[in-house]
Nanobody, 126 residues
Framework: QVQLVESGGGSVQAGGSLRLSCAAS????????MGWFRQAPGKEREAVAT?????????YYARSVKGRFTISLDNAKNTLYLQMNSLKPEDTASYYC??????????????????WGQGTQVAVSS
């Protein structure tokens, strides 16, 4: 079992920045796909960014956030981050950290992830 706890959400104006953190309860530095998802009211949960934890791998970014958001890992702290810059009102959503067992592949479908955090709210005003 892996427990995930997000922090760092809040309210900002458009153009602002936030950094989300996701602390894992156990070692996740090997054989995991880690990711950030978001869900706005009335919409499906969508992958924002995912990354495979073993060695170096190119992260996946949703087209809507590419160039503005950066996903990163601190394996020594078992912590996943999402740096969000140039925030837009359409980024408003609940953001969830997720983890999935993996032996080399990283998914972008929520159903593939076994572990989820409780979510943190991000609100961007225009």
């Amino acid at each position: 079992q892996v427990q995930l706890v997000e922090s760092g959400g809040g309210s900002v104006q458009a153009g602002g920045s936030l950094r989300l953190s996701c602390a894992a309860s156990r070692y996740t530095s090997s054989n995991y796909c880690m990711g950030w998802f978001r869900q706005a009211p009335g919409k499906e949960r969508e992958a924002v960014a995912t990354i495979y934890t073993n060695a170096y791998s190119s992260p996946y970014y949703a087209r809507s956030v590419k160039g503005r958001f950066t996903i990163s890992l601190d394996n020594a702290k078992n912590t996943l981050y999402l740096q969000m810059n140039s925030l837009k009102p359409e980024d408003t959503a609940s953001y969830y950290c997720a983890a999935a067992h993996s032996t080399g592949y990283c998914w972008t479908t929520a159903s593939e992830f076994q572990y989820w955090g409780q979510g943190t709210q991000v609100a961007v005003s225009s």
